[in-house]
């Protein structure tokens, strides 16, 4: 019985196929360790619960060698424990590759849409992305740190701005001033940003008032770009 293209594939470092005795001990029976097991190739052969196993196909390694028996229906696949072992770290290796290069993929997309969408935000004075902790304690709809899940990412901005009656201060959301709700279910520093592939950047807005609000300027050539600011930062440093 030759090893098939299709076991190959499954078993790539085998390099020989045992099979049980026609009686088999009934302690495989009470085998736990799933799929596969240890032994070592002896001078008779490979022996596991007293039972010799036939070899089908392929060479058994050097007497003295670590094997790993891998099973597969009525067969035990034979790879040496060493090169199974490099395998699965190699394995282990390119998945975790695969996860970085999708994980930056997607760090990618999420600044590139961010990007975008603030792109459209024509506020004519400096401003960042900020987040307002809404606070629950641990309740139906706390992320599970104290934090409710309606927070969301504000326009923070960092200087003042009138517009006609509109009046905020540097530090105010767009949404809320600081006599109003700002001071109100929230902790900490209110600057926030995202973290991209390279560097960070402003969060995407993502509170329906602030955009509501964002939305009475309409002249991008009053646009002010927006900054990343590190939390901490004073507002009223002209310099930030």
Not at 4 to 25: G, Q, Y
């Amino acid at each position: 019985m030759l090893i098939s293209e299709e076991r190959k594939a499954k078993f790539p470092d085998a390099v020989a196929i045992l099979r049980f005795p026609e009686i088999p001990s009934p302690q495989w029976f009470n085998h736990r360790g799933g799929s596969q097991m240890n032994a070592v190739v002896t001078e008779r052969g490979v022996v596991v619960h007293g039972d010799l196993l036939e070899l089908v196909d392929g060479v058994l390694p050097a007497v003295g060698t670590e094997v790993k028996l891998l099973f597969d229906k009525s067969l035990l696949f034979v790879e040496k424990r060493a090169d199974h072992d490099a395998r699965l770290k190699k394995q282990a290796e390119e998945d975790e590759e695969r996860r970085r290069i999708a994980h930056r993929a997607q760090l990618g997309d999420l600044q590139a849409r961010a990007e975008a969408a603030n792109a459209k935000l024509n506020i004519p004075v400096r401003w960042t992305s900020g987040e307002k902790t809404v606070l629950s304690g641990l309740g139906f709809n706390s992320w599970g740190d104290g934090r409710n899940r309606r927070t969301v990412n504000h326009i923070l901005l960092l200087e003042a701005v009138t517009d006609g009656r509109f009046i905020r201060k540097a530090g105010d959301f767009l949404c809320t001033s600081a006599s109003g709700s700002n001071g109100e279910n929230w902790t900490g520093d209110p600057t926030t940003h995202s973290v991209g592939n390279h560097g960070n950047y402003v969060s995407c807005i993502n509170c329906t008032q602030c955009l509501k609000l964002a939305a009475r300027w309409k002249d991008p050539a009053k646009r002010i770009e927006p900054e990343v600011v590190e939390p901490g930062a004073a507002y009223d440093n002209p310099g930030f």
